[in-house]
């Protein structure tokens, strides 16, 4: 028996998130949603999800707050994913160097996109 994987969708917007969080368990996925960064901790320490999908917005310091998240033993395993609004170029670059896994931007997103974009990034 296989087990679920498992996603933690830490978004502001509680209706995006909502969205998001119906299509990944139709697809057989067990999530758990949250709207605010120091939720979003607590639960994945609890839940150890294979991916956290955090909402950028939530950070004042994207590098530091990543790198914090990264170092905590009990999410080690998990993928961390940024979801934005808008890019830029050098705040996609302190992402990813700080332990992002995946830069993703919402208005180019659908549910299904985001789900295959996620089986994908748990396939690496």
């Not at 940024?82 to 997103?109: C, I, S």
Request: proline residues 4%.
């Amino acid at each position: 028996m296989t087990s679920k994987p498992t996603i933690l969708l830490a978004i502001q917007n509680l209706h995006l998130a909502e969205i998001f969080a119906r299509q990944f368990a139709r697809e057989g996925w067990e999530v758990e949603v949250v709207d605010k960064l120091p939720a979003a901790e607590l639960r994945a320490v609890q839940f150890r999800p294979n991916i956290m999908i955090l909402d950028a917005q939530s950070f004042s310091s994207v590098s530091k707050e990543l790198r914090r998240l990264k170092s905590l033993p009990t999410l080690l395993k998990t993928k961390i994913v940024l979801l934005a609004d808008q890019t830029h170029h050098t705040f996609v670059h302190e992402a990813l160097t700080a332990g992002a896994a995946e830069y993703v931007l919402a208005g180019h997103l659908t549910p299904s996109s985001l789900v295959t974009k996620m089986k994908r990034l748990l396939a690496v």
